[in-house]
């Protein structure tokens, strides 16, 4: 096995490392994404607007699958696919922007994932608003060469222009929804249709040309709606849609339930995470109840719930009253801008220790990788830059924790990296975490941690890959780094085997 991040700090993709040659697979123009930009976020918009005028995701998705309904696709929105009993397949979080982490995952994906049977693409597919004409450079080419299938369920980023671009790729090019009589005037929905980002009317044109990328009859997959239940083997894999602010309308949350039952193993696929950044986050339904009470209610038999949105891997194995350990998992690092590890604090929920908890990036390598990012954007390099020994340290200072890869010589923790760790927003021990709970790392969480998009390795980007059989998944997450080393042989930087019986 090759070394991981745990291992060494070459197997993390530090040091003079050879660049991978994913680079050729670029555009040779690409679009590059700053979430500083006020134009960027003013074409995201809608999300905002929807949480303070009223989200109106819920009726926009039910007009979406009225019409797939109307025009064939199975009321029931379950994909019943003739895979064996053993098979595999791959879950990759958050893809679209693009540019050179997004395309840096992929040799490693096609080389780890060439036997697998299908893929599924987990939350944002593109970035920003879900334009049909992205597809081309942030779907179609990055993946041309995967022979598979792809599902996917949409972000909240694929929601800022109405989901109109996920339905014509995913859902056997869905025509557009016809116009919404106009709102009453001085309304809330009045108001919002105002300011409402909507898709350019030639959008798509380009989209023809796009999927000449892609166009072997086994690359084809055409999914009932932007939520569906796919029976693949002796498991159900269940995809829902949480739309623009997290949550899940009451129709399809009766769907939910009605799908989840029965004793056949399921694993949830959703594009936000039930547990993040060492806090729960149940996901609520419209008219009562829970996302995660459905998946923890033993009748269901679900045994891992997999979320996108946030752009890193992270694992708490929750053990349940009845005995049963779930996986509950954050799968984000398939290709945005990286969200930051080194800002979890240590990790004490639901019975998950800092022990179990996994995650990847480590947070000493989460922390250098900004510290070198911040050092070359404020021209503070000597001041901003920890090496990833230092890095290490304060973080097992911080937080009170053994470091997760141990360094060949013990660095020394000092007031510099002291500094520059409470500046960056480091996580600390729940004990701390009021004498360290200061606005810098509020605003440094919210405002600048989106701003990491960087064009030189390493990336710490990452997919997953499923191996199921009768008695077991086998689930490991694998590192991209956009280093040669590890195109070439893509590290396991956490694996675990979950029973299904």
């Not at 709102?183 to 249709?193: D, E, K, N, Q």
């Not at 008695?471 to 694996?495: F, K």
Request: overall charge positive; glycine content about 10%.
């Amino acid at each position: 096995m090759p070394d991981s991040s745990r291992d060494t700090p070459e197997g993390a993709g530090w040091g003079s490392a050879r660049r991978g040659a994913y680079q050729r697979l670029l555009p040779h123009r690409t679009e590059k994404i700053s979430w500083l930009d006020p134009r960027m976020l003013w074409a995201a918009r809608n999300g905002v607007l929807a949480s303070w005028f009223g989200d109106p995701t819920g009726r926009t998705r039910a007009r979406w699958v009225a019409q797939r309904e109307a025009a064939g696709a199975p009321a029931d929105k379950v994909v019943r696919r003739e895979d064996p009993d053993r098979f595999s397949f791959l879950v990759i979080g958050d893809t679209g922007e693009g540019d050179d982490p997004q395309y840096a995952v992929v040799p490693g994906l096609l080389k780890a994932g060439q036997d697998t049977r299908f893929a599924v693409l987990a939350s944002d597919v593109i970035y920003p608003v879900g334009s049909a004409d992205d597809y081309g450079p942030k779907f179609f080419r990055p993946y041309r060469d995967y022979p598979a299938p792809i599902y996917a369920i949409p972000g909240n980023h694929d929601w800022y222009e109405d989901l109109g671009g996920f339905m014509r790729v995913f859902c056997g090019d869905t025509p557009p929804l016809p116009p919404e009589p106009r709102p009453r005037p001085l309304t809330r929905a009045w108001l919002r249709s105002l300011l409402w980002h909507r898709p350019r009317p030639d959008d798509g044109e380009r989209l023809a040309e796009a999927r000449a990328l892609r166009p072997a009859p086994g690359q084809q997959a055409v999914q009932p709606g932007p939520y569906w239940a796919i029976d693949a083997g002796p498991v159900r894999i269940v995809g829902i849609d949480t739309g623009l602010l997290g949550t899940v309308d009451a129709a399809q949350g009766a769907w939910l339930r009605e799908v989840s039952a029965g004793p056949r193993p399921k694993i949830l696929v959703t594009g936000s995470p039930l547990y993040v950044d060492g806090r729960h986050e149940p996901c609520a339904i419209e008219g009562g109840g829970t996302v995660d009470a459905i998946v923890r209610d033993p009748a269901h038999h679900y045994v891992a719930a997999i979320g996108g949105d946030i752009h890193n891997y992270q694992r708490y194995p929750v053990q349940l009253d009845d005995g049963r350990t779930l996986q509950y998992v954050v799968a984000g690092g398939g290709g945005a801008f990286m969200h930051a590890t080194h800002t979890i604090p240590r990790v004490g929920v639901a019975g998950v220790t800092e022990d179990d908890f996994r995650c990847y990036p480590l947070r000493g390598d989460s922390l250098a990788f900004y510290s070198r990012l911040y050092g070359r954007r404020l021209r503070l390099r000597r001041f901003f830059t920890l090496t990833e020994a230092e890095a290490t340290a304060v973080i097992a200072e911080r937080l009170g924790i053994r470091p997760a890869r141990t360094p060949g010589t013990p660095a020394r923790v000092t007031r510099r990296a002291r500094l520059v760790a409470g500046l960056l927003g480091t996580g600390s021990r729940p004990d701390k975490a009021r004498r360290f709970r200061l606005p810098v790392r509020k605003i440094y969480t919210s405002l600048f941690s989106p701003s990491s998009a960087t064009y030189s390795p390493p990336f710490f980007k990452s997919f997953l890959r499923l191996d199921v059989s009768p008695e077991s998944v086998r689930l490991r997450c694998y590192a991209a780094t956009g280093n040669r080393a590890q195109e070439v042989d893509p590290p396991v930087e956490d694996e675990v085997t979950i029973p299904l019986r």
